[in-house]
C-alpha cells in the first residue's frame, strides 16, 4: 500500500474508535472508578498507619465485621503491598474498567477482595486484600479477553500474575487469598458476562 492508503485506513481506525468509545461512554480521560478506588486504597493505607484507634472502633460498631470486610478489599496491608496493588490495578483495572460498566467493576473488585480476604483469614492471614481485590480484577480481564478472544492479552495477565505469586514468597495464606480472589473475579465476570 502506497503512503496516502496506509494514511486514509489509519484515519478510518480511529474514527471507528472513536465511536465505539463514545457509545460506551468511555473515554481515556475516564478511569474515573479506578482512580476511586486507588485514592481509597491509599486513605485506607494512612488511616491504618496513622489512626489505628480508628479501626478498632469500626470494628466494634454496629455491624462493624461487615465494615471490616468491606474497608479490607481496599486495605493494601503494607507501603510495598499499595504500590504493588496500585500498579497492578492501574495496569489492568483501567483497562478492564474500559471494558465493563462502573457498577460491574465494583461488583468484581469489591466481592473478590472480600472472598480473597476471608480465605487469607481462615489460614490465618490478616485482613490486607486490596492486592486480592487486584486479583479479582485480573481474573474479570482474563475471562474479558478470553470471551473476546485476545489471546495474548490473557496469557499477560496471568504472566504479571505468576510474577506476584512468586513475589509473594509463598506464603500459604497469602497464596490462597489470590488464588480465591482471582476465580472469584473470573466466575463474577462470568456471571456479568463480562
Do not use: C, H
Not at 73 to 99: D, K, R, Y
Not at 107 to 128: E, K, P
Amino acid at each position: 500500500m502506497d503512503r496516502e492508503t496506509r494514511k486514509y485506513w489509519a484515519e478510518q481506525r480511529r474514527q471507528m474508535l472513536r465511536r465505539d468509545r463514545q457509545q460506551r461512554g468511555y473515554t481515556s480521560t475516564d478511569l474515573i472508578v479506578t482512580k476511586i478506588i486507588l485514592a481509597l486504597m491509599v486513605l485506607s493505607y494512612l488511616v491504618d498507619r496513622f489512626l489505628p484507634a480508628a479501626i478498632a472502633t469500626m470494628a466494634s460498631a454496629p455491624g462493624g465485621m461487615v465494615w471490616m470486610l468491606l474497608w479490607s478489599a481496599l486495605f493494601p496491608g503494607s507501603l510495598l503491598g499499595l504500590i504493588f496493588a496500585g500498579v497492578f490495578i492501574w495496569i489492568i483495572g483501567s483497562q478492564l474498567e474500559g471494558l465493563t460498566e462502573w457498577w460491574q467493576y465494583l461488583v468484581i473488585f469489591v466481592v473478590s477482595g472480600v472472598f480473597g480476604s476471608v480465605a487469607a483469614r481462615l489460614l490465618s492471614g490478616g485482613l490486607a486484600s486490596g492486592m486480592f481485590a487486584a486479583f479479582g480484577l485480573a481474573g474479570a480481564y482474563v475471562m474479558a479477553m478470553t470471551n473476546r478472544r485476545v489471546g495474548g492479552m490473557a496469557q499477560w495477565a496471568l504472566f504479571l500474575l505468576a510474577i506476584n505469586v512468586i513475589l509473594s514468597g509463598f506464603n500459604p495464606p497469602t497464596l490462597a487469598g489470590m488464588l480465591v480472589a482471582f476465580f472469584v473475579g473470573l466466575s463474577v465476570a462470568r456471571w456479568l458476562n463480562v
